[in-house]
């Protein structure tokens, strides 16, 4: 579920109990980690799976840059001996053009969103920069069961502006043959909506069925498209940040709070639980590492956090501390 089409990423206001003082994320009683279902994760680059046993892990995708080896010194050259000859007048030289600045690096591909399909046979996903498309967005998908080194096929490819508070998500609709998808976009004519929503098509000849702004598809495409007619919106409350919802309606997500004092400002991540439609939660635990919540863990009672570039695992019940899942971001887990 494209859990964030109608919470904005920026922070809002939010309703909840709040704790003077939230007990830190690391401490408590760890979290146990049960790992069933499809997980899928990123490292610079590279997309990668496992299904229902995290040490049996699957390369599904590399678009890191390749390593070149060092380059081999050159041999010496024998100086020439030396012979008197008369000092050759030094040619004028004529001052050439000024080199033009080089354009600015393109940075390295990254995958951005992934999701995985019911039967755990299709796994999509938006890659920024790819190596054949730098600059640019890309809704690809693969299989699992295909033979290692097999390339993605596209489905969309659009610029890329890498706005940091425009988040890229993508889910595969039950019939698995669609891929729901949303990214920053700029549209000519310019619209009023940086976001768009498309949907790409699966099979013989892969293709984006539908595309439009954001507040298009809120106000009537969703319902208009035969491709997500029987897609329901997600509710507007609670209104959090990287906010999840889980099996049952649970939700995670967090909150920014701005802790100030006469010496220092710094900003601490809550991680927030609570009901999908209702305003109210509770403030979980608060890490002063920037935080972000990525997707429920098949039970139910646990949600996968991202910090440092690694994910975690947060029992939401009870006094539990965060726990090591993967080294990598982890992009979505499904049961």
Avoid at 58 to 81: E, F, G, I, N, W
Avoid at 151 to 170: N, R, Y
Avoid at 178 to 194: N, S
Wanted: negative net charge; contains cysteine; aromatic residues 4%.
């Amino acid at each position: 579920m494209l859990a964030g089409l109608v919470v904005p990423v920026a922070l809002v206001a939010y309703v909840a109990a709040r704790d003077p003082q939230p007990r830190n994320c690391g401490s408590g009683l760890s979290t146990a980690v049960h790992v069933s279902g499809a997980i899928v994760w990123s490292t610079p680059g590279v997309l990668w799976l496992a299904d229902g046993d995290i040490s049996r892990s699957q390369k599904l995708a590399d678009y890191a840059p390749v390593r070149q080896p060092p380059a081999s010194p050159s041999p010496p050259t024998a100086a020439a001996s030396p012979v008197a000859s008369p000092s050759p007048t030094p040619a004028a030289v004529t001052p050439g053009p000024s080199p033009s600045p080089s354009p600015p690096p393109i940075p390295a591909a990254a995958i951005e969103a992934a999701a995985v399909s019911a039967d755990h046979k299709l796994v999509a996903f938006l890659v920024s920069n790819p190596p054949d498309e730098p600059g640019k967005i890309s809704l690809r998908y693969v299989s699992p069961q295909d033979p290692p080194g097999t390339a993605a096929k596209e489905l969309f490819s659009g610029a890329w502006g890498g706005d940091p508070d425009l988040v890229s998500q993508v889910t595969v609709l039950p019939d698995s043959q669609h891929i729901l998808f949303q990214v920053a976009h700029h549209f000519d004519p310019p619209e009023t909506d940086p976001v768009l929503v498309g949907v790409g098509e699966i099979g013989a000849v892969p293709r984006l069925a539908e595309q439009d702004p954001l507040h298009l598809f809120i106000r009537g495409d969703h319902a208009a498209w035969p491709e997500t007619k029987d897609y329901k919106l997600p509710p507007d409350q609670p209104r959090l940040q990287s906010r999840v919802i889980g099996p049952n309606g649970r939700v995670a997500g967090l909150m920014v709070h701005i802790v100030s004092t006469p010496l220092v400002s710094r900003s601490l991540s809550e991680i927030v639980r609570g009901r999908s439609g209702s305003p109210q939660g509770t403030i979980v635990c608060a890490s002063a590492d920037p935080l972000r919540t990525v997707a429920f863990a098949p039970d139910g009672h646990s949600v996968a956090v991202v910090r440092r570039g690694a994910t975690e695992v947060l029992d939401l019940d009870g006094d539990h501390s965060l726990t090591p899942l993967v080294r990598g971001a982890a992009l979505a887990w499904r049961p």
